[in-house]
């Protein structure tokens, strides 16, 4: 049976066919999909965790019960995770654990564009990295396999372009026969005290020749040889562009780009006259290859920066002699206009950033829908590093400022990048007395990856319901004194709240409560009633326009200063632009 699949869905795919028995993952792109389309599978179980490094915790528990397990993220995520992972590698598994990081080549979705390949070699783990749906779902199956044959984790790279293009899959039957998960003690290998892990690290080197040696022989390395006057060594979804640009070139496909098959790899130069590493972001092939002695050409003339793509390609190799490149097809598409990111109509982060803006403050921000609070005409984001770093990064900055200064320093955070990591984060600013003011901006799901649900929603990745946090007093015991709750929607109170705790001298937190207009359950969002402009009454001031809010256009009018038009079918009704109009010009009975 044959489907069309996206990668991250072959890759779910793939896991029910190994008999993984648990999943765990933060949602993050290009990521997300896999854990969403696990859960037809119910035999597995699959869970959202509140961070990276407790979800490869959960799958590393199941992979030391006997279980089979995979554990998915973006490639920041692996940042979060690497605690666990680095100690992971010393004590191997017991049943296969595969850690998918989907990397993010252009910064599609992301803060940086890091090369996770170099978590592979610098943790001593095999990485597989696929170029299509059909081998996403193969080499997640591969993968496990490896991981019980060598008693490790093994790291499964996936892209964008991977994660989100669909190909053709040949769907298979589970696998049958895996031993039943039970405990086994061996406080040895699992438990990491100096002592034990001095004889696990020599496990792990040998290990990691073992792996170089099966990687000569392991058939999803494989030399396809054509014409023999270049060669190029290439991987992942820079395989099909070389394919396309380069149809006349010998090529070695790596399908595992950690270790590397050195041997393979001096077989290939040996047989073409000139060799080229076709990889995106870091040089991380070519200079294995270099440190062979073999004479390669890569970056100087592939990209470091951003992904590649067939044009890319065909520019990079139009300069070199003696290689025929495809042309370019004839099929030219209108460049589209730009169409920079917005928060959508009705979000309850809009108002919030209207304040802070008014308000001048300083805005230490974080990971989430409202990083658009960067974007103008709302600019009022002054800092973005990572998830959870904006309540760190206010503690720090009010440290070296003067009373007055400080005042103006607020950290602004989402519900679940705060569970995610800004708890701590809290509980340091609370400890260490920071006098900075932090917004929570609760709008119950985790928005920006395409809602899916978090402690603080009250049900499971599964649809189950459960436990829902209290913020209030899971903020409370963390020791702020200061916790205020209101509706964002409200401006007025907005305003007032957000100036009144900014002059606070101790820390404090405004919790704004609004569920997210786009939540998939029934319920929690309600629609309002459209709003319009009332021609008559609306003078062209243009102030409701700072709120870039979606729904609303100006319509020029010759002779005339034009006027402002709300669209009701992106309309949510939710009034806020409504409360900015000093002319009583927008209503949800103006027309």
Same mark, same amino acid.
């Given at each position: 049976?044959?489907?069309?699949?996206?990668?991250?869905?072959?890759? $779910?795919?793939? *896991?029910?066919?190994?008999?993984? =028995?648990?999943?765990?993952?933060?949602?993050?792109?290009?990521?997300?999909?896999?854990?969403?389309?696990?859960?037809?599978?119910?035999? &597995?179980?699959?869970?959202?965790?509140?961070?990276?490094?407790?979800?490869?915790?959960?799958?590393?528990?199941?992979?030391?019960?006997?279980?089979?397990?995979?554990?998915?993220?973006?490639?920041?995520?692996?940042?979060?995770?690497?605690?666990?992972?680095?100690?992971?590698?010393?004590?191997?598994?017991?049943?296969?654990?595969?850690?998918? /990081?989907?990397?993010?080549?252009?910064?599609?979705?992301?803060?940086?564009? #890091?090369?996770?390949?170099?978590?592979?070699?610098?943790?001593?783990?095999?990485?597989?990295?696929?170029?299509?749906?059909?081998?996403?779902?193969?080499?997640?199956?591969?993968?496990?396999?490896?991981?019980?044959?060598?008693?490790?984790?093994?790291?499964?790279?996936?892209?964008?372009?991977?994660?989100?293009?669909?190909?053709?899959?040949?769907?298979?039957?589970?696998?049958?026969?895996? *031993?039943?998960?039970?405990?086994?003690?061996?406080?040895? =290998?699992?438990?990491?005290?100096?002592?034990?892990?001095?004889?696990?690290?020599?496990?792990?080197?040998?290990?990691? %020749?073992?792996?170089?040696?099966?990687?000569?022989?392991?058939?999803?390395?494989?030399?396809?040889?054509?014409?023999?006057?270049?060669?190029?060594?290439?991987?992942?979804?820079?395989?099909?562009?070389?394919?396309?640009?380069?149809?006349? $070139?010998?090529?070695?496909?790596?399908?595992?780009?950690?270790?590397?098959? =050195?041997?393979?790899?001096?077989?290939?130069?040996?047989?073409?006259?000139?060799?080229?590493?076709?990889?995106?972001?870091?040089?991380?092939?070519?200079?294995?290859?270099?440190?062979?002695?073999?004479?390669?050409?890569?970056?100087?003339?592939?990209?470091?920066?951003?992904?590649?793509?067939?044009?890319?390609?065909?520019?990079?190799?139009?300069?070199?002699?003696?290689?025929?490149?495809?042309?370019?097809?004839?099929?030219?598409?209108?460049?589209?206009?730009?169409?920079?990111?917005?928060?959508?109509?009705?979000?309850?982060?809009?108002?919030?950033?209207?304040?802070?803006?008014? %308000?001048?403050?300083?805005? /230490?921000?974080?990971?989430?829908?409202?990083?658009?609070?960067?974007?103008?005409?709302?600019?009022?984001?002054?800092?973005?590093?990572?998830?959870?770093?904006?309540?760190?990064?206010?503690?720090?900055? /009010?440290?070296?400022?003067?009373?007055?200064?400080?005042? @103006?320093?607020?950290?602004? &955070?989402?519900?679940?990048?705060?569970?995610?990591?800004?708890?701590?984060?809290?509980?340091?600013?609370?400890?260490?007395?920071?006098?900075?003011?932090?917004?929570?901006?609760?709008?119950?799901?985790?928005?920006?990856?395409?809602?899916?649900?978090?402690?603080?929603?009250?049900?499971?990745?599964?649809?189950?319901?459960?436990?829902?946090?209290?913020?209030? #007093?899971?903020?409370?015991?963390?020791?702020?004194?200061?916790?205020?709750? &209101?509706?964002?929607?409200?401006?007025?109170?907005?305003?007032?709240?957000?100036?009144?705790?900014?002059?606070?001298?101790?820390?404090?937190?405004?919790?704004? %409560?609004?569920?997210?207009?786009?939540?998939?359950?029934?319920?929690?969002?309600?629609?309002?009633?459209?709003?319009?402009?009332?021609?008559?009454?609306?003078?062209?001031?243009?102030?409701?326009? @700072?709120?870039?809010?979606?729904? &609303?256009?100006?319509?020029?009018?010759?002779?005339?200063?034009?006027?402002?038009?709300?669209?009701?079918?992106?309309?949510?009704?939710?009034?806020?632009?409504? #409360?900015?109009? =000093?002319?009583?010009?927008?209503?949800?009975?103006?027309?």
């Amino acid at each position: 049976m044959k489907e069309i699949l996206s990668g991250n869905e072959a890759v $779910a795919r793939g *896991a029910f066919e190994a008999g993984v =028995k648990v999943a765990s993952a933060y949602p993050g792109t290009p990521s997300t999909e896999i854990l969403e389309n696990i859960i037809q599978y119910r035999e &597995i179980d699959a869970s959202w965790a509140p961070n990276e490094k407790v979800a490869l915790e959960v799958g590393i528990g199941a992979a030391f019960g006997g279980a089979r397990a995979l554990v998915a993220m973006k490639h920041v995520g692996v940042n979060v995770a690497a605690d666990p992972l680095f100690t992971l590698s010393y004590t191997g598994v017991k049943g296969g654990l595969v850690l998918v /990081t989907a990397d993010d080549p252009e910064l599609h979705s992301s803060q940086n564009e #890091q090369d996770n390949r170099n978590y592979a070699k610098f943790v001593k783990v095999p990485m597989l990295e696929p170029s299509d749906s059909q081998e996403c779902k193969e080499f997640t199956r591969l993968a496990l396999e490896i991981s019980e044959q060598f008693d490790t984790p093994v790291m499964l790279r996936t892209t964008t372009r991977i994660s989100h293009s669909k190909s053709v899959v040949t769907l298979a039957e589970p696998v049958k026969g895996l *031993a039943e998960p039970r405990l086994t003690r061996d406080p040895a =290998k699992y438990v990491m005290l100096p002592g034990n892990a001095r004889i696990r690290h020599h496990f792990v080197e040998e290990r990691l %020749q073992k792996l170089i040696e099966f990687g000569e022989t392991l058939a999803i390395n494989r030399m396809e040889i054509r014409d023999e006057a270049i060669g190029v060594i290439t991987a992942g979804v820079s395989y099909q562009y070389v394919r396309e640009v380069l149809p006349a $070139a010998s090529v070695l496909k790596l399908g595992m780009v950690y270790p590397l098959p =050195k041997g393979l790899i001096r077989t290939f130069a040996a047989k073409v006259k000139k060799l080229y590493v076709v990889e995106e972001l870091d040089p991380f092939i070519e200079e294995l290859v270099r440190g062979l002695g073999i004479e390669v050409v890569g970056k100087e003339i592939i990209p470091i920066c951003g992904e590649l793509t067939p044009g890319i390609l065909r520019k990079a190799f139009a300069s070199v002699a003696g290689v025929v490149a495809t042309h370019e097809s004839p099929l030219q598409i209108d460049k589209l206009p730009g169409r920079p990111p917005n928060m959508c109509p009705g979000c309850p982060h809009r108002g919030v950033f209207y304040a802070l803006n008014r %308000q001048k403050a300083f805005v /230490t921000g974080d990971i989430g829908c409202y990083t658009l609070g960067f974007m103008p005409p709302l600019s009022a984001m002054d800092t973005c590093i990572c998830m959870g770093a904006s309540i760190g990064n206010a503690t720090g900055i /009010t440290k070296v400022l003067s009373p007055e200064e400080r005042k @103006k320093v607020v950290a602004v &955070i989402g519900d679940s990048t705060f569970l995610h990591s800004g708890i701590t984060a809290l509980l340091d600013m609370a400890y260490n007395k920071a006098p900075a003011t932090v917004l929570l901006l609760d709008n119950r799901i985790t928005a920006m990856t395409g809602r899916q649900e978090n402690p603080a929603s009250g049900f499971t990745l599964m649809g189950e319901e459960t436990f829902q946090v209290d913020f209030p #007093q899971l903020i409370a015991a963390l020791g702020i004194k200061h916790v205020r709750t &209101i509706d964002p929607y409200d401006l007025e109170e907005t305003m007032l709240v957000l100036k009144e705790e900014m002059e606070r001298e101790e820390p404090s937190v405004i919790i704004t %409560q609004r569920a997210c207009v786009l939540i998939k359950r029934d319920g929690v969002f309600e629609r309002g009633t459209a709003h319009g402009v009332g021609i008559e009454l609306c003078i062209g001031c243009k102030a409701c326009l @700072k709120l870039g809010c979606p729904a &609303i256009v100006w319509q020029p009018a010759e002779g005339k200063k034009g006027r402002a038009y709300i669209d009701p079918l992106l309309c949510t009704g939710c009034g806020v632009c409504a #409360q900015l109009c =000093k002319f009583s010009a927008i209503g949800a009975k103006h027309e």
